[in-house]
């Protein structure tokens, strides 16, 4: 679960450098669901550590409040869109609504509207006082610093006013913010219920919070503003919770649009906050399974590629010994060569001369059992048909059939014609070619 932790110095401001542990903070802890789990009025740093510790928490989000007269609150008419030349342009957009020189003023981009940009500008020196007061604590990450009292509801028209003490918090329609003494808060109403030359007198609403006890103090003062000029319409609305509290909530339910101080030079660095930091020890446990399979499967690739050259020079020294003035085959296509030479011996037969048909003829003769029963009465050599013709007897058939299966079972072609059977045996013409 998400939780998210607002905190808002007290005064008096300690020296985050000199004195940090002296700071008190108000403080709240939202879960993702927007409800207060935790809370204190005027605790030290150390208390909402160890808070957060004793309950497990741990990175948690930390949104810092400082209070909003600190920063001014300008409108930048921009009328570029890329981010890169927008922020080119923004000193020289807010220049004139600074009082002091711009280069001594942290400038922070918000959320673009009607008007233009809103933007936040705060002293340098200031920014980096609230930018260490909320840095390196435990157990929570910083991830936003916000003028107090931009975190206010806006309101739909007139103005959203909250009483903080001695102080007055409040935001107009336009999103513009606001952090003054209770005391000076009249002669501001004044001047809102005096309307320009050219505006249409129109009531001004005012929705003004704060405790029940805080508002029965200073009825005096609402009274007189009600009563200040007929444009005002004040409308009282008591928090059953602080102050704290009701900023935090309008900000959770994003009924604001505050201008987060932490850009630029102050911008957030999320060093601890990669998602895959849980994940490191198995990531270096699988790179080094990879390293060592990579490394294994090179080397046994390494060394069936030396037994491939192994094999292909003992096909060549074979291939060598076999066909000596052969100069052009190589490991490369000795199977082709092969392959085709065998090819053309199985499409040429064998070598059908007279000899050749005779020395197979005989060789089969003189394996036949009982040779002696088969008789060769003439023979024939035809050399332009390459046929040995040889009229034979024997004393069966079967005999026969045996010679000429035999010779067929070498690749040469042989056949039993004009087979006359009689009484003592059979006689035929066999007739040998090449296969």
Same mark, same amino acid.
């Given at each position: 679960? *998400?939780?998210?932790?607002?905190?808002?110095?007290?005064?008096?401001?300690?020296?985050?450098?000199?004195?940090?542990?002296?700071?008190?903070?108000?403080?709240?802890?939202?879960? $993702?669901?927007?409800?207060?789990?935790?809370?204190?009025? $005027?605790?030290?740093r150390e208390t909402i550590e160890q808070t957060l510790a004793q309950?497990?928490?741990?990175?948690?989000?930390? &949104? /810092?409040?400082?209070?909003?007269?600190?920063?001014?609150?300008?409108?930048?008419?921009?009328?570029?869109?890329?981010?890169?030349?927008?922020?080119?342009?923004?000193?020289?957009?807010?220049?004139?609504?600074?009082?002091?020189?711009?280069? &001594?003023?942290?400038?922070?981009?918000?959320?673009?509207?009607?008007?233009?940009?809103?933007?936040? $500008?705060?002293?340098?020196?200031?920014?980096?006082?609230?930018?260490?007061?909320?840095?390196? #604590?435990?157990?929570?990450?910083?991830?936003?610093?916000?003028?107090?009292?931009?975190?206010?509801?806006?309101?739909?028209?007139? #103005?959203?006013?909250?009483?903080?003490?001695?102080?007055?918090?409040?935001?107009?329609?336009?999103?513009?913010?606001?952090?003054?003494?209770?005391?000076?808060?009249?002669?501001?109403?004044? &001047?809102? $219920? &005096?309307?320009? *030359?050219?505006?249409?007198?129109?009531?001004?609403?005012?929705?003004?919070?704060?405790?029940?006890?805080?508002?029965?103090?200073?009825?005096?003062?609402?009274?007189?503003?009600?009563?200040?000029?007929?444009?005002?319409?004040?409308?009282?609305?008591?928090?059953?919770?602080?102050?704290?509290?009701?900023?935090?909530?309008?900000?959770?339910?994003?009924?604001?649009?505050?201008?987060?101080?932490?850009? /630029?030079?102050?911008?957030?660095?999320?060093?601890?906050?990669?998602?895959?930091?849980? #994940?490191?020890?198995?990531?270096?446990?699988?790179s080094l399974w990879f390293v060592i399979q990579l490394g294994l499967?090179?080397?046994?690739?390494?060394?069936?590629?030396?037994?491939?050259?192994?094999?292909?020079?003992?096909?060549?020294?074979?291939?060598?010994?076999?066909?000596?003035?052969?100069?052009?085959?190589?490991?490369?296509?000795?199977?082709?060569?092969?392959?085709?030479?065998?090819?053309?011996?199985?499409?040429?037969?064998?070598?059908?001369?007279?000899?050749?048909?005779?020395?197979?003829?005989?060789?089969?003769?003189?394996?036949?059992?009982?040779?002696?029963?088969?008789?060769?009465?003439?023979?024939?050599?035809?050399?332009?048909?390459?046929?040995?013709?040889?009229?034979?007897?024997?004393?069966?058939?079967?005999?026969? *059939?045996?010679?000429?299966?035999?010779?067929?079972?070498?690749?040469?072609?042989?056949?039993i014609g004009s087979v006359v059977n009689e009484s003592n045996g059979?006689?035929?013409?066999?007739?040998? *070619?090449?296969?």
């Open positions: 679960m *998400s939780y998210r932790l607002y905190v808002r110095p007290l005064p008096p401001f300690a020296d985050p450098e000199q004195n940090p542990e002296a700071q008190l903070y108000c403080w709240v802890l939202l879960d $993702a669901g927007g409800d207060a789990q935790a809370h204190g009025s $005027a605790d030290p309950n497990a928490l741990d990175k948690v989000l930390l &949104t /810092g409040l400082v209070p909003g007269d600190e920063a001014t609150f300008c409108v930048a008419d921009i009328p570029a869109k890329q981010s890169r030349f927008i922020q080119q342009a923004l000193p020289y957009a807010v220049e004139e609504q600074i009082a002091q020189d711009i280069e &001594t003023v942290h400038l922070a981009l918000g959320p673009h509207t009607s008007e233009g940009y809103l933007v936040a $500008a705060i002293d340098n020196a200031v920014m980096q006082k609230w930018h260490s007061l909320f840095s390196g #604590w435990n157990q929570v990450r910083l991830e936003a610093i916000y003028p107090d009292a931009s975190l206010l509801p806006a309101p739909e028209s007139g #103005w959203m006013m909250c009483l903080d003490g001695d102080f007055v918090m409040m935001q107009s329609q336009r999103g513009e913010w606001l952090r003054m003494q209770v005391d000076n808060l009249p002669l501001f109403v004044m &001047t809102m $219920a &005096t309307p320009s *030359s050219e505006e249409v007198v129109a009531e001004v609403p005012i929705q003004l919070y704060g405790l029940k006890a805080e508002l029965d103090h200073q009825q005096t003062l609402i009274d007189q503003l009600s009563a200040a000029s007929g444009r005002m319409s004040v409308h009282q609305k008591p928090l059953e919770f602080s102050v704290l509290e009701f900023l935090a909530w309008a900000h959770h339910q994003h009924l604001c649009q505050p201008v987060n101080l932490c850009q /630029g030079q102050f911008s957030v660095k999320i060093s601890g906050s990669n998602p895959f930091k849980p #994940w490191k020890p198995l990531i270096a446990v699988a499967d090179i080397g046994m690739g390494m060394y069936h590629k030396q037994q491939a050259e192994d094999l292909r020079a003992e096909a060549m020294a074979i291939y060598r010994q076999a066909f000596p003035s052969d100069r052009r085959t190589h490991a490369g296509n000795v199977r082709r060569v092969i392959e085709g030479q065998l090819r053309v011996a199985g499409s040429q037969g064998l070598d059908a001369d007279f000899i050749t048909l005779m020395k197979f003829t005989g060789d089969q003769y003189s394996r036949l059992p009982g040779s002696g029963a088969v008789t060769f009465n003439s023979i024939n050599y035809s050399r332009n048909r390459g046929e040995l013709v040889v009229d034979i007897r024997a004393d069966s058939y079967d005999r026969l *059939s045996r010679l000429r299966n035999g010779l067929a079972n070498e690749g040469l072609q042989a056949q059979a006689r035929g013409r066999l007739t040998v *070619s090449g296969g």
